[in-house]
């Protein structure tokens, strides 16, 4: 399946963070959402072959990468307070289905 | 602006009946449309999709409708548990032709399956 590290991670306001993530064998497409406390997953973005494939609403500070081993970072730059979220991957054959991680919680103080 | 909508945060059934949670959409674009279970400390689990051309998909106890006229569709679980307690999510997929297969949630329903 897919895993995610770390599971919980707090941070203080202007640091940078780095969330990772290992796709399910197979899969070549990997993208990322944001969950704030009450709401649902929020599209982040979206990598195919190593490229940024489309972005959310989302400012350039968040930032990713997708390895040749379709595994995935999903970089912050410069946290601010409302970046506290869970932060979901999901990967899949492109245009297939999108199958989740558990996320990583991130708290930023 | 929300175009996935989930209107009723939380539902209660009784075990052995059957849960309907309901989605509506306002983007005529959507293609695909798909529903989740979230547990807490979970990430979101697949459970059923429809694409635009049909308008039901049946998978052991879940049947998802599609209303394309009402921008409408909904998740019967028949008959319920008490382990499908949960939080549920709608999602619509866009930009289908663009190549990028980016989905749009609702807030989600939280299920209590009484027992």
């Known amino acids: 399946g897919v895993t995610q590290s770390p599971t919980h991670l707090i941070k203080t306001r202007g640091q940078q963070v780095t969330l990772r993530c290992s796709s399910q064998s197979g899969h070549n497409t990997v993208s990322w959402y944001q969950q704030a406390l009450g709401q649902g997953p929020q599209f982040i973005f979206q990598y195919y072959r190593k490229e940024e494939n489309g972005r959310g609403n989302f400012p350039p500070r968040f930032s990713g990468l997708q390895f040749p081993n379709d595994s995935s970072e999903l970089n912050v730059n410069a946290l601010e307070l409302d970046d506290s979220a869970l932060y979901l991957c999901?990967?899949?054959?492109?245009?297939?289905?999108?199958?989740f991680g558990p996320g990583t919680r991130l708290l930023v103080l | 602006d929300q175009q996935v909508k989930q209107n009723s945060p939380s539902l209660s059934v009784q075990e052995g009946r059957i849960s309907i949670l309901n989605c509506d959409y306002t983007?005529?674009?959507?293609?695909?449309f798909l529903w989740y279970k979230k547990y807490p400390a979970e990430g979101p689990t697949f459970l059923i999709s429809?694409?635009?051309?049909?308008d039901k998909n049946e998978d052991g106890r879940f049947t998802v409708f599609l209303n394309k006229s009402a921008k409408h569709l909904s998740l019967h679980i028949v008959p319920s548990q008490p382990g499908d307690s949960a939080v549920y999510f709608c999602?619509?997929?866009?930009?289908?032709?663009?190549?990028?297969?980016?989905?749009?949630f609702g807030t989600g329903t939280r299920l209590k399956v009484l027992a």
């Open positions: 999602a619509a997929s866009s930009d289908t032709t663009s190549g990028t297969y980016k989905y749009i």
């Open positions: 429809i694409s635009s051309i049909k």
């Open positions: 983007n005529s674009m959507f293609d695909y």
């Open positions: 999901a990967s899949s054959r492109r245009g297939e289905t999108q199958y």
